[in-house]
């Protein structure tokens, strides 16, 4: 099973950057497609971008389309999420986790780490 650790998480103020980072401790780690997810209080999770594992594709939520990138450093076995042009409702406990594609079930899932986007 992959364990994943994310970090990168902070306290930024609207308009700037942040780069989450999900790394994975498993030999079989490039066969996982990498999804971040994010959780805001009283709110469901939503899903924010995925890589896939096949051909390297990349998925988004319309509400972070042209805001955030997701990438894959595969000698580092890292997945980050970079994210500008940040606004409080991105405001969440963001989450990385596992899956066979973007569309799959999740199995994996990390501890999370907290971005929080205020003046």
């Known amino acids: 099973q992959v364990q994943l650790e994310e970090s990168g998480g902070g306290l930024v103020q609207p308009g700037g950057s942040l780069r989450l980072a999900c790394a994975a401790s498993?030999?079989?780690?490039?066969?996982?497609?990498i999804g971040w997810f994010r959780q805001a209080p009283g709110k469901e999770r939503e899903g924010v971008a995925c890589?896939?594992?096949?051909?390297?594709?990349?998925n988004y939520a319309d509400s972070v389309k042209g805001r955030f990138t997701i990438s894959k450093d595969k000698r580092r076995k890292t997945v980050y999420l970079q994210m500008n042009s940040l606004q409080p409702e991105d405001t969440a406990r963001y989450y990385c986790?596992?899956?066979?594609?973007?569309?799959?079930?999740?199995?994996?899932w990390g501890q999370g780490t907290q971005v929080t986007v205020e003046s």
């Open positions: 986790a596992t899956s066979v594609s973007c569309s799959g079930t999740y199995l994996s």
């Open positions: 498993a030999f079989a780690w490039d066969y996982y497609t």
């Open positions: 890589i896939s594992n096949s051909d390297g594709s990349e």
